[in-house]
Each structure stands twice: as structure tokens, then as C-alpha cells.
């Protein structure tokens, strides 16, 4: 079959131009444009873009200095190369059937991408944790990579072929139901659905037994210290009487180490014009909050997997009343991975890309969100989101989950995604597309077994090239 691509210019998320949302008919009518078994079809393009080149365009730009951690990182498993390889799964999604449906997508929306961190109200909620890659396009994009995800971390812990497909089968039957019961609802009702993780634990203790309640509860509890305090206290000493951040290289490199004296200076009188150039993004409350606050130290920060070399700054603030804590992130934002497939971002700043895409998203978001643009010191300028750092994030641990576990962790990604779909697309035409049956989970999850099957391959390629030096992945 033919693979069907939507070609139509997208109007803007959330945007005047958007059309007038297609009914339950329109969305099995859209059967015919891309049936629902042939998202099981997927197979490389004949001239399908080499792994290793796409990763290392992405490089070009980066720390160098960092890539070999990038590298090393990935290569600790097909799983871990598969988080860093977006890009790579982008070019693949490029030519698969899609409905021509929209949505803000996640982009990156595999299942470590999902966890617990605090909303306003200081709840340990449930959601999305990651919006790099965040733009409009397709909603079968994310959820074939939230369930290829599934299938690699399954084939990860050596689980049976049959536990990592009913898994798979479990993740899409849920994104399926959930995306029925989002078309029940009110726009606002579905704006309110959220994940309390403690309202839970009667579910967890139903379906996964005591010890899973004693593994939830012991991980709220570890969450519920993860804030600008516990960060402070484990990244700064006091030095001269005053808070510096302490020195843990290549991870964390204070800035006064990574230039010399009066350019360290130079540089953090310009970090306190990013930080006023930050906070006009904010809410004129949260500026009142900012305010209260003034700088201490800054440094180089590496986080996560794809994102090694780019550049992130934690900036440490303490509070002019009480000498508080507050750390903030300032994370690069480059163009998303998505970007060279579907319309480019409508923002000019990627940095407001990622922080907007998470607002619509997003059930809660950090009070303290915002986004900036800077120059630095080789004259380049560079797009940067600002986020408190930590503020009770969790994540399952998937080195050490159970079939069980993974299940229902699984499921809990589906809903949460497809939350975030009925936010910003049409859930009635979604679901009505969908069905009630279980067609499409079938097809996802021959879909996910032939793309873990390709990741694998691709993986295996980039262990290789590790040891062919400047011509290879390094």
C-alpha cells in the first residue's frame, strides 16, 4: 500500500485560522484515507538517511568537547540510543500514513519522557516531562514512538516477545479509550484532567500489589525533597562565606573554571541581563517572585541523552529576605527534530517554541517558565528555555521494572498522551477514527516490533562506528 503523507500547510495550534473541528463521520470517513492496519506497514526507505549522519548534523554547534559523553550515553543500550535518536525516528515517520489530524505534539514521546514533578499547587502529578522536540503535526507520530519505546525497554529487560506485545497492545488499547472518553468531554473538563499520582495508589494496590504501593509511595516521598533546597545542598559549598556551585566535571563545571577570571566576570554581569531578559516572559506575578531573588553563581550543566552538548546553565539565586535557595535551568533550545519534516515552528525563538508547546500540553507547568535569547562569548546567538530545576521531578526506573510494571506505566503514557492530543487536536474525530475495537493496537503493534527491530540494527551500526574515531559516530 501506497504510504500517505499530509502535505496541506498547517494552521497554527490553538490559532484564528484553525478549521472547525470535523465530526465523528468525518473521522471514520478518514479510515479510507489511511486505514487502520496500515500503520503496522512500515519498512527503510530505500534511500532512507543514514543514522550516524543524522546524528551527527545534530552535532554540528555542540560542546565538542561533550559529544564524547553523548556518545557514550547512547551506547549504553538500543533504549538509551533510541531516547537520543528523535531525529532519526522523525526521518522514518516522514512518509507513514497519518489522517492529516493535527495536534501539539510532544515529539520526543517515549516513556522515559513521563513522570512525576510538582504542580503550582504543590501536587505530585503525572504528565509529560519533556517538550525539546515539541511542535504541530500528526498525532500517529507520538503515539508510534511512545509504543516503539515500550517494545525496546521491554526487549531491554529481557522480557518474552509475547510480554513486550501485550504491553504494547495494553499502551495502545489505552491511548484508544482514553481518547473516547476525551471525546465525551468538554473542552474544559478535558483542560482540568490531570494525574494525581497519591489518588493512585488505591489503583496501584488493586491492580500491582503492596510492594508496588510501597515503591510509589517510597518514590513521592523521594520526589516531594527534590527541590531548589535539596539541589542547593547537593551542587553548592560556601566558599569565602558565600554560595558557590561545586565543581563535578565534565557534569557540572562552575563558570569561573570554564573562562578565565575577567571574562568569568565579563560574563556573569551579561548572565544578570539574560536573567532580566528572561523575566519579561514571566506573568507580572511571577515577577514580583523573581524579584526577590538575586544571583550567586552560575555554571555548565550536562543533562539528559540527545541533549548532551548542547549548552545548559544552572543559575543559583538566593532569596534577599530569607537566603533561600532558588536554581533555575537555562536549557539551548535548537529547532525541533520534527522541524526539517512538518511547517516550522511559528515562534522565532525556540526557546518560546518549547515553553508554549508545553503550556498547551501540559496539564500544570512550573510557575517559573520562561524563555530567552542570548549572544555568547564566540558571538553566536542562542535560543535558551528557563525552568526550576528538579521541583520534585521523578521517573520510573526502567533498569529495573517488572512486565507488570512496565504495563502500567505504559498505560499511564497512553492516557497522558492522549490528554495532551485532546488538548490541542480533535478528540471526537481521533476517537471516532479509532474505533472501539482493537484494529489499530494490533497494527501498533506490529509497527513497534519492526522499528525495534530496525533501532536495534541502527544501535549495533553506531557501537561500531565508536571505534572508527573521526570518521565514525565520535
Given amino acids: 500500500m501506497p504510504r500517505s503523507r499530509t502535505t496541506h500547510a498547517r494552521a497554527p495550534i490553538g490559532g484564528a485560522e484553525r478549521p472547525t473541528a470535523p465530526t465523528a463521520a468525518v473521522g471514520k470517513d478518514l479510515r479510507k484515507r489511511a486505514p487502520r492496519r496500515s500503520h503496522g506497514e512500515w519498512s527503510a526507505a530505500p534511500d532512507r538517511a543514514s543514522p550516524l549522519e ?174 531548589s533546597a535539596r539541589a542547593a545542598r547537593k551542587l553548592t559549598e560556601v566558599v569565602d562565606g558565600r554560595p558557590r556551585i561545586v565543581r563535578d566535571p565534565p557534569l557540572v563545571v562552575p563558570l569561573h573554571e570554564l573562562l578565565p577570571d575577567l571574562e568569568a566576570r565579563k560574563l556573569e554581569e551579561g548572565i544578570r541581563g539574560v536573567i532580566a531578559d528572561y523575566r519579561q516572559t514571566l506573568a507580572p506575578d511571577r515577577q514580583v517572585l523573581l524579584d526577590r531573588y538575586e544571583l550567586q553563581d552560575v555554571a555548565r550543566k550536562v543533562v539528559g541523552v540527545g541533549s548532551v552538548g548542547t549548552l545548559s546553565w544552572i543559575v543559583l539565586l538566593l532569596g534577599r529576605e530569607h537566603a533561600d535557595p532558588l536554581v533555575l535551568q537555562l536549557k539551548q533550545a535548537e529547532a525541533s527534530a520534527l522541524e526539517a519534516h512538518l511547517v516550522p515552528s511559528r515562534y522565532p525563538n525556540h526557546g518560546e517554541r518549547v515553553v508554549q508547546g508545553q503550556r498547551l500540553i501540559q496539564a500544570s507547568s512550573d510557575i517559573l517558565l520562561g524563555w530567552l535569547r542570548t549572544e555568547g562569548l564566540d558571538g553566536v546567538e542562542r535560543d535558551f528555555y528557563v525552568r526550576q530545576l528538579w521541583d520534585w521531578k521523578s521517573s520510573a526506573n526502567l533498569t529495573t521494572i517488572s512486565a507488570t510494571g512496565l504495563t502500567a506505566h505504559s498505560r499511564l503514557c497512553a492516557w497522558t498522551l492522549a490528554r495532551a492530543h485532546a488538548r490541542t487536536g480533535d478528540p ?25 527491530d530496525q533501532n536495534q540494527r541502527d544501535y549495533d551500526e553506531f557501537v561500531r562506528s565508536l571505534g572508527d574515531g573521526p570518521a565514525g559516530a565520535r
Wanted: aromatic fraction near 10%; glycine fraction near 10%; charged fraction near 25%.
Fill in 54 to 227: 543524522i546524528l551527527r548534523d545534530q552535532e554540528k554547534g555542540r560542546v565538542p568537547e561533550l559529544i564524547p559523553l553523548r556518545h557514550e550515553r547512547m551506547a549504553a543500550s538500543p533504549f538509551a540510543f533510541f531516547r537520543g535518536g528523535a531525529a532519526i525516528m522523525a526521518a522514518d515517520l516522514r512518509d507513514t500514513p497519518t489522517t492529516g489530524l493535527d495536534v501539539q505534539l510532544c515529539g520526543d514521546a517515549h516513556i522515559s519522557n513521563f513522570g512525576g514533578f510538582a504542580s503550582p499547587e504543590r501536587r505530585l502529578v503525572f504528565d509529560l516531562n519533556d517538550f525539546d522536540e515539541t511542535l504541530p503535526g500528526p498525532w500517529e507520530w507520538d503515539v508510534k514512538r511512545l509504543v516503539a519505546s515500550v517494545e525496546i525497554a521491554a526487549r531491554d529487560r529481557g522480557f518474552g516477545g509475547a510480554e513486550g506485545r501485550a504491553a504494547v497492545l495494553e499502551t495502545a488499547g489505552a491511548y484508544r479509550d482514553a481518547m473516547r472518553s476525551f471525546a465525551a468531554m468538554s473542552p474544559l473538563e478535558t483542560w482540568y484532567a490531570s494525574l494525581d499520582v497519591e489518588s493512585m495508589l488505591p489503583d496501584i494496590r488493586k491492580n500491582l500489589g503492596g510492594h508496588a504501593v510501597q515503591q510509589t509511595e517510597h518514590e513521592i516521598s523521594r520526589a516531594m525533597g527534590k527541590d
Fill in 428 to 452: 471526537t474525530a481521533i476517537a471516532s477514527y479509532l474505533g472501539s475495537g482493537a484494529a489499530f493496537d494490533h497494527a501498533l503493534a506490529v509497527f513497534a516490533a519492526v522499528y525495534a
